[in-house]
């Protein structure tokens, strides 16, 4: 599907352009695209070097095998193929947990900490397993309590009340997260 | 309420490093060692997104500025305008589950434009906080340990996307 969603985006860009007789700003949107792809990636560098190096020290100091397991039923019917008490569930839940207060660059780095541990448990490498599914289930539609960056949008242009949208914004991320784990389900339970 | 939430997000960060500390000192971890031993994949896991980043930034760039999006836009528009959706937050709706810097530009305009207190101001407030970057999220996560095939998740994903832009639109009108 990405491969498709590549193509398209491509393809389709290419061709607008050319129709609309403005191929021209193409070239300088190919540099951008990969300029910006370069940025992300080495903005991610500070934060994934802090962030694995604390992980390594929770992980040693048994702090993410006393959080799974705690919180074990949970982890259980969300991911129930995984190992009891493996420290990847404690990768897991600091995923989550980022999510949930909002913290994005906190969020990345422990999520693809949960991801490298669940690639060694992976019998297909090539392919994602179950698990993985769900954790990118549980990302993409991302339990968000605390909206952090769109709270501070709303500070600079003078809002009477900022965090109003805390609760509009708790339910409505509540729906996607619940919609996206029932399809999640299903998709689970259909290619067993 | 609102210096509740500034004084959580300000001190969830020292919380948890201080508990990782804690925890370090009772089970006798030499913590600056661990740290570097953990911290050295860092700048390997970043090299090792940046094809899949920038491969995928490259196609939504162009996609973007070529003005396929904004044809996109225009075709479904009716529809949304026929079904009372605000047009004005729809590329938001559209941007979302593309890029993440793409619809705060989107989002932070509308709320410069109409007011963060408007209708229109709420919904994007709303909409931006509701979901997350769903093809940032799958091609930074699977990039990172070198899954080729996705499977189901970018449907996933996207269903997510478009529920959360539903939920948001129905939550706003009731509760404002």
């Not at chain 1, 780095?109 to 019998?123: F, H, R, S, V, Y």
């Not at chain 1, 805390?166 to 399809?183: D, E, H, M, N």
């Amino acid at each position: 599907m990405v491969n498709w969603i590549w193509l398209v985006l491509i393809l389709f860009g290419v061709l607008t352009a050319a129709l609309n007789g403005n191929i021209g700003v193409l070239n300088h949107a190919i540099f951008e695209g990969a300029k910006t792809g370069v940025t992300i990636s080495f903005g991610l560098i500070s934060i994934l070097v802090f962030w694995l190096g604390m992980m390594k020290i929770a992980e040693e100091a048994g702090l993410l095998t006393w959080i799974s397991r705690l919180l074990r039923p949970f982890i259980h019917w969300l991911f129930p193929e995984l190992p009891k008490n493996h420290p990847v569930v404690g990768y897991i839940l600091s995923n989550m947990t980022a999510n949930i207060f909002g913290l994005g660059n906190a969020a990345t780095p422990m999520g693809i900490k949960a991801m490298q541990e669940l690639q060694k448990l992976n019998p297909t490498k090539e392919k994602a397993s179950p698990s993985m599914a769900t954790l990118l289930a549980i990302n993409t539609s991302s339990i968000t309590i605390v909206p952090t960056t769109i709270i501070s949008v709303r500070m600079t242009y003078h809002s009477v009340n900022p965090t109003e949208i805390v609760g509009t914004t708790l339910i409505a991320t509540t729906c996607s997260t619940i919609a996206a784990l029932l399809l999640d389900r299903y998709y689970r339970n259909r290619n067993r | 309420m609102q210096s509740v939430i500034t004084s959580i997000s300000m001190w969830i960060i020292p919380g948890i490093i201080s508990l990782i500390m804690v925890f370090a000192i009772w089970n006798r971890v030499r913590v600056y060692e661990t740290f570097v031993e953990g911290a050295k994949d860092g700048f390997s896991t970043a090299i090792q997104i940046m094809p899949h980043l920038v491969g995928m930034m490259v196609a939504i760039t162009i996609f973007q500025e070529s003005g396929a999006l904004q044809f996109i836009i225009n075709l479904i528009k009716p529809i949304f305008d026929w079904l009372h959706f605000p047009t004005e937050v729809f590329p938001l709706a559209i941007m979302k589950p593309l890029s993440g810097t793409g619809s705060l530009a989107i989002a932070t305009d509308l709320i410069a434009r109409y007011g963060p207190d408007s209708y229109i101001g709420r919904l994007a407030s709303t909409m931006q906080g509701s979901a997350d970057t769903t093809l940032f999220i799958v091609t930074v996560y699977f990039g990172a340990v070198g899954i080729k095939k996705v499977g189901y998740s970018i449907k996933v994903g996207l269903f997510a996307d478009l529920i959360g832009i539903i939920a948001s639109l129905i939550v706003v009108s009731l509760y404002f």
